[in-house]
T-cell receptor, first 114, second 115 residues
């Protein structure tokens, strides 16, 4: 129940194309869903996040779509650029009296071809 | 504004040895979490420290222990190292309190290799 599933494992997109990464969860107690971007040799960095009370959130070229009934959410990267080439992790967390901890998906390695 | 800093960046140990990893949180942050990231996998939660106490713990054996100091910096200790402990160890800091404790700031990690 604590797992977050993520697909695809890897993705190759042409410059200017749309990159789509999908995640699914089981635990309906999760109430915060962030996406992290990780470059080689670096720690993950928060990209964008959403709560289950909205179905979509957009920040620049990055959009999260959230389907509460299906327990799925996805990251869309519009006009993908070679600089977007990185590994992307979806995550889920829930607030408890002890604070929050995060469950991460296994990651998607994105390559954007010039 | 200094971000999360971790030391050392790389470490090589042999089976059975003990290791200590260090983390300084982002300025103004009071909560430190540790994650293990195996090659090709997502980060896995080890534990979280707040007010110098372990507040939450993931599914890791007692060989993994930690400490938080009054200045909010933290250490991760791993005893009796196994080959399977080879991974990137990430420290993340947040500020306690609803809304702010959701934003994890990660360091660049310590790459531990156990031979």
């Amino acid at each position: 129940q604590q797992q977050v599933k993520q697909s695809p494992q890897s993705l190759i997109v042409q410059k200017g194309g749309i990159s789509i990464i999908n995640c699914a969860y089981e635990n309906t107690a999760f109430d915060y869903f962030p996406w992290y971007q990780q470059f080689p040799g670096k720690g993950p960095a928060l990209l964008i996040a959403i709560r289950p009370d909205v179905s979509e959130k957009k920040e620049g070229r990055f959009t999260i779509s959230f389907n509460k009934s299906a327990k799925q959410f996805s990251l869309h990267i519009m006009d993908s650029q070679p600089g977007d080439s990185a590994t992307y992790f979806c995550a889920a967390s829930m607030l408890s009296p002890l604070g929050q901890n995060f469950v991460f998906g296994p990651g998607t390695r994105l390559s954007v071809l010039p | 504004d200094a971000g999360v800093t971790q030391s050392p960046t790389h470490l090589i140990k042999t089976r059975g040895q003990q290791v200590t990893l260090r983390c300084s949180p982002k300025s103004g942050h009071d909560t430190v979490s540790w994650y293990q990231q195996a090659l090709g996998q997502g980060p896995q939660f080890i534990f979280q420290y707040y007010e110098e106490e372990e507040r939450q713990r993931g599914n890791f054996p007692d060989r993994f222990s930690g400490h938080q100091f009054p200045n909010y910096s933290s250490e991760l200790n791993v005893n009796a190292l196994l080959l399977g402990d080879s991974a990137l160890y990430l420290c993340a800091s947040t500020l306690a309190g609803r809304g702010s404790n959701e934003k994890l700031f990660f360091g660049s990690g310590t790459q531990l290799s156990v031979l």
